[in-house]
């Protein structure tokens, strides 16, 4: 992102005139979801948002994102969460479809990826990853590097429903591991921990739209886009 996140967190990057936080919580509350919180590192000080809790990561310049994650065990351990990456946007139907769809431990799958990727990178298998699941929704494989088209069959979004039970299970993965382990772990690689160990982890198909901000040019896509159909939804 360069300089965009020089002097601010990720998050408050302004997309087609509010932030990704900003978008996030419109899409959160209109899915009726009333407690909330942030889990900050970078720049904590600059994450306060009216009715909104937080969880702060101090160690976040040397860990990774499951560490991040832990930091809010104590609500993931006792009440299910739903969970989501901070530079993703989204519509409240996809955090609706998330919120009722069954299982401990469930992600959502963008199953329009190929169009988005092809606008994003000249070869859409270049940062494409494997995404593979059974009959019933049940993830079978995620995050390697695919050979084919045939291996992704969708795009994993950043977005995830723990129950306490299923949060158990990625806590007796994490006491499983080396700190040094733990601390580089991300959520995609702790995912393919969990099924490679028997866990279940089952997805949820999205066709709605959804947009993930890693680069300048993506948000001039985004803004392109929007500016092109009225609007990102």
Request: one cysteine or more; aromatic letters at 10%.
């Amino acid at each position: 992102m360069g300089g965009a996140t020089a002097d601010q967190p990720k998050c408050l990057t302004v997309l087609f005139g509010k932030t990704l936080l900003a978008w996030q919580l419109e899409a959160l509350r209109g899915a009726d979801i009333k407690t909330i919180a942030i889990v900050r590192g970078y720049m904590a000080e600059k994450l306060a948002v009216a009715g909104v809790d937080t969880f702060d990561n101090p160690r976040w310049a040397e860990t990774n994102m499951v560490a991040s994650l832990s930091c809010a065990s104590s609500w993931l351990s006792t009440e299910t969460c739903l969970v989501s990456y901070s530079d993703i946007i989204y519509p409240a139907l996809t955090i609706k479809a998330l919120a009722k769809a069954q299982g401990d431990i469930v992600i959502t799958c963008f199953t329009d990826w190929r169009r988005l990727w092809e606008e994003r990178f000249k070869d859409p298998l270049s940062d494409a990853e494997t995404f593979r699941v059974d009959a019933s929704g049940r993830l079978l494989e995620i995050g390697s590097r695919p050979r084919n088209l045939d291996e992704v069959q969708g795009q994993y979004m950043g977005l995830l429903k723990f129950t306490p039970g299923g949060w158990r299970s990625v806590d007796a993965l994490l006491r499983s591991m080396e700190p040094a382990q733990r601390d580089k772990l991300d959520v995609t690689a702790m995912l393919r921990l969990l099924i490679e160990r028997g866990t279940p982890v089952f997805t949820v198909p999205v066709e709605q739209p959804w947009y993930e901000v890693d680069t300048q040019s993506d948000l001039e896509l985004y803004q392109a886009r929007a500016l092109q159909g009225g609007g990102l939804f």
